[in-house]
């Protein structure tokens, strides 16, 4: 039997790691997709390409530039804030966030071989992934995860079953 506080502790932590899990695996990916189509567009894919050949420290300032670029974004979200445009507000935080993190994603995936031979970002690379697998398999072995992904699973199972069924016809 389960202690209530641990019971309390997983119904509060699941969900919270759900949605991390679910930024990570879904819309990151979703991203990446997104983003690779458009480096096949030719001036992002001479840019990419000129990215990759230059040195460590270049490849780290592409890295973090977009976090920088995204400040007049959030600067924006305050003024509509301000002005009791909160649904302004929201969405310029929200695309705001999603773009710089396609960016940043999509230059981590063509930047990542060059910063790792920077060493303190390849401890910091390693570091951040042991505990991220950790974290991610701690959670997948919590009983409320397993019951979650299972009923999940029956749902998309189901939903493929009745859109198969609806154009089979």
Do not use: C
């Amino acid at each position: 039997m389960k202690s209530p506080l641990k019971h309390a502790f997983e119904l509060l932590f699941v969900p919270l790691a759900a949605a991390v899990i679910f930024v990570e695996q879904v819309l990151i990916r979703m991203l990446n997709r997104i983003t690779a189509a458009l480096a096949r567009w030719a001036p992002v894919a001479a840019i990419e390409a000129w990215l990759v050949k230059q040195p460590p420290w270049v490849a780290l300032v592409a890295f973090v530039m977009p976090s920088i670029l995204i400040l007049p974004i959030k600067l924006s979200a305050l003024f509509f804030a301000a002005h009791h445009q909160f649904v302004l507000a929201i969405a310029a935080v929200v695309i705001g966030k999603m773009l710089a993190t396609a960016i940043v994603a999509r230059l981590y995936v063509i930047l990542r071989p060059t910063l790792r031979t920077i060493g303190w970002f390849a401890r910091l690379d390693t570091w951040f992934f042991f505990w991220r697998d950790k974290a991610y398999a701690f959670v997948r072995a919590l009983p409320a995860w397993q019951k979650t992904k299972a009923a999940v699973d029956r749902t998309r199972l189901w939903l493929a079953e009745l859109v198969s069924g609806l154009f089979a016809r």
